[in-house]
């Protein structure tokens, strides 16, 4: 843990050194064509003034002499990632398996997922979850280059346990410093995603998590652990592949948030497929069954999106390949899935912030908010697509990405 800590900390120096990274100690105003606030609202010709990190002031059609001018460039929150794995890398041999490194190039990938991440535009991930994102975590927070970081640091996934077990599996997540608790309630899409958990079982971790202030987020396929998750009380549920209305019009009724993956998770897959096949379940017919999922995931997105009250979160699951092309998950709801552009970024802004339990301090461009702002190339409303050409970057009042006078 020693030589993690000091990978970790050699690898901060050199991309400190490297990024932008730059804080203001001074007011500073940033004006841009337009803005999206990420709960609705657009203006035009928009200011936002920013002190100490925290936005102060956010002006239509102002005059305030900029310093930082965006010109024709949209201006947003930072973007959110509700699940990743982000030391998920590949490893010397170019598979995903990291086979016989070491701690500090374990961590070093790690701080470089989170850079590349950072520069994506996405200045907030839940990672879900390994124990070597405590570390992550504790860097990022001292100054490194990356997005804000939660983690579970660990899953629980073994239906072996009794309920009672489970919340002591909770109890220590939580002591040990988790922010959520992730729970496996089904298999893998890999080997079709049926059930594993009872519904006690699930409702114990998710009853355990809500007892000790921590939100539960569950891996569920099947239809019936989709709503198991829902009726035991539990926070969010990822996948659903096989969800149908009735586990939708459950969700929403139970305001239950839902991270469904549509434009990433399995595209990374087939597109690196020498690189994880042979790996765990990537196999023949894991990737069978994945390859016949995808139309099966599109049919259930545009069902979700047609569900009313239904709280649709952007998540990614990105691992090793896919770490920095996050906004491939949002194109793909607009382009595939029919979201309509201001829902989808929504999703990625001030619902995803509301998700993680931090829609108070960012994932909107608001007085007393966090200066989390990105800006890109284009109109995200008419052209989804431009959320994927980002120019600037500030998380927390500090510049890590500004490329408009490139343009």
Not at 169 to 182: C, N, P, Y
Not at 192 to 206: E, K, L, P, S
Not at 267 to 272: A, D, E, S, V
Not at 303 to 323: E, F, I, N, S, Y
Request: hydrophobic share 45%.
């Amino acid at each position: 843990m020693r030589l993690t800590r000091l990978a970790l900390s050699t690898a901060c120096a050199v991309l400190a050194v490297t990024g932008v990274a730059a804080a203001q100690d001074t007011p500073l105003v940033i004006r841009a064509a337009r803005l999206i606030d990420g709960r609705g609202r657009v203006l035009q010709n928009a200011a936002v003034t920013v002190e100490r990190g925290r936005i102060t002031r956010v002006e239509a059609r102002s005059a305030a002499p900029a310093t930082y001018d965006l010109g024709t460039l949209t201006l947003l929150p930072g973007l959110i990632d509700t699940h990743a794995h982000i030391i998920a890398h590949f490893g010397r041999d170019g598979r995903a398996s990291n086979e016989g490194e070491s701690d500090a190039e374990r961590a070093l990938h790690a701080l470089q997922n989170a850079y590349d991440t950072l520069l994506a535009g996405f200045t907030t991930v839940q990672s879900i979850g390994a124990p070597l994102d405590k570390e992550l975590r504790a860097a990022i927070e001292r100054g490194a280059p990356g997005p804000r970081l939660l983690t579970s640091l660990e899953s629980l996934n073994d239906p072996a346990l009794s309920p009672e077990e489970l919340r002591r599996r909770v109890r220590t997540r939580v002591a040990e410093g988790a922010d959520l608790i992730k729970l496996f309630a089904s298999k893998s899409i890999r080997e079709g995603g049926g059930q594993t958990m009872t519904d006690a079982q699930i409702a114990a971790v998710c009853g355990e998590a809500k007892a000790l202030g921590k939100r539960s987020w569950v891996h569920a396929h099947a239809a019936t652990a989709v709503a198991a998750a829902a009726r035991g009380g539990c926070w969010a549920v990822t996948h659903g592949f096989y969800a149908t209305r009735a586990e939708f019009a459950l969700m929403a009724e139970r305001g239950v948030y839902f991270e469904p993956n549509i434009g990433l998770l399995i595209q990374n897959y087939l597109r690196n497929k020498p690189r994880y096949f042979g790996i765990g379940n990537f196999d023949e017919t894991g990737f069978a069954f994945m390859e016949a999922a995808v139309p099966v995931n599109l049919a259930m997105f545009k069902d979700a999106v047609r569900q009313p009250g239904l709280k649709l979160v952007m998540g990614t699951d990105a691992g090793a390949g896919a770490h920095g092309r996050n906004a491939d998950e949002v194109i793909a709801r607009v382009r595939e899935g029919g979201q309509r552009p201001m829902d989808a970024i929504t999703g990625v802004t001030s619902l995803g912030a509301e998700s993680l339990g931090l829609g108070d301090r960012i994932g909107t461009i608001a007085a007393g908010m966090e200066a989390d702002l990105i800006a890109v190339d284009g109109d995200p409303l008419s052209d989804i697509t431009a959320l994927s050409r980002v120019l600037f970057v500030m998380k927390g009042g500090k510049l890590y990405r500004n490329e408009t006078r490139r343009r």
